[in-house]
């Protein structure tokens, strides 16, 4: 780096502000704005993703709910049939009341958990018949 000379010590000076005057509006005029832009354009997809989100848990809440209210009204069908059946039984044939529980429940629950037709919607069949497709 070359000495200073008190000759062309303004000119330097002059052409060191020149620069950094250059470079902080050139920053602030073109890429400061695109760096803004783009942090608002994050904010919003966060906060869209964030209200889709919540409705979606809601519907989720809402069909675990309404799930839950009609296992509940068709368990009471069921136990209600089942008690005025086993009314007319005998009762040294009567079946074990608890065993018939534990066999219904577990029915209902892989009825419907593998048996669900929204999930089964998604599943994708494809029928192959020795290596072709069939087209419909």
């Not at 296992?71 to 069921?78: D, G, T, V």
Request: proline residues 3%; glycine residues 2%; contains cysteine.
């Amino acid at each position: 780096m070359p000495q200073l000379d008190h000759a062309i010590v303004f000119t330097q000076i002059f052409w060191l502000f020149f620069t950094f005057s250059f470079l902080y509006i050139s920053l602030t005029h073109f890429f400061l704005p695109r760096f803004l832009q783009s942090l608002k354009a994050r904010n919003l997809i966060l906060t869209h993703n964030e209200t889709e989100n919540n409705e979606i848990g809601l519907v989720f809440i809402s069909n675990q709910v309404l799930l839950n209210t009609t296992m509940n009204e068709q368990l009471s069908i069921i136990k209600s049939v089942l008690s005025h059946s086993i009314i007319l039984i005998n009762v040294k044939s009567a079946p074990n009341l608890y065993l018939m529980n534990n066999l219904l429940l577990d029915f209902i629950f892989y009825t419907t958990l593998y048996c669900d037709t929204m999930l089964l919607n998604k599943i994708p069949l494809n029928s192959k018949t020795h290596g072709c497709m069939r087209k419909n």
